[in-house]
Nanobody, 119 residues
Framework: VQLQASGGGLVQPGGSLRLSCAFSGRPYSDYAMAWFRQVPGKGRERVAA????????YYADSVKGRFTISRDAASNTVYLQMNSLKPEDTANYYCACAPDGVTGPYDYWGQGTLVTVSS
């Protein structure tokens, strides 16, 4: 499985961005896709996940009500719509795949895409 993330950039507080992650291959029927983020010097946080078969969605408390994860089965793409962005959302964002379901482990990773929220 190969993953390619895109869509990061600079946005003002309160603005929006949409991240995309196109992937090739399909490990198992119950796999899950997720978005993680990491700030240098801090731990990695899973912000959102989606089970591919039934579309179940999971969010970190820090992004609930602001971020939406979605999938497009036809194009093998997972999205992260980020609204009402805050400076604390600034991080490198990574997409990842867990072959055995949303609890992981996440064995496949894309490269990071940087999101900077600043005025």
């Amino acid at each position: 499985v190969q993953l390619q993330a895109s869509g990061g950039g600079l946005v003002q507080p309160g603005g929006s961005l949409r991240l995309s992650c196109a992937f090739s291959g399909r490990p198992y029927s119950d796999y899950a896709m997720a978005w993680f983020r990491q700030v240098p010097g801090k731990g990695r946080e899973r912000v959102a996940a989606i089970t591919w078969r039934n579309g179940g969605k999971y969010y970190a408390d820090s992004v609930k009500g602001r971020f939406t994860i979605s999938r497009d089965a036809a194009s093998n793409t997972v999205y992260l719509q980020m609204n009402s962005l805050k400076p604390e959302d600034t991080a490198n964002y990574y997409c990842a795949c867990a072959p055995d379901g949303v609890t992981g482990p996440y064995d496949y990773w894309g490269q990071g895409t940087l999101v900077t929220v600043s005025s």
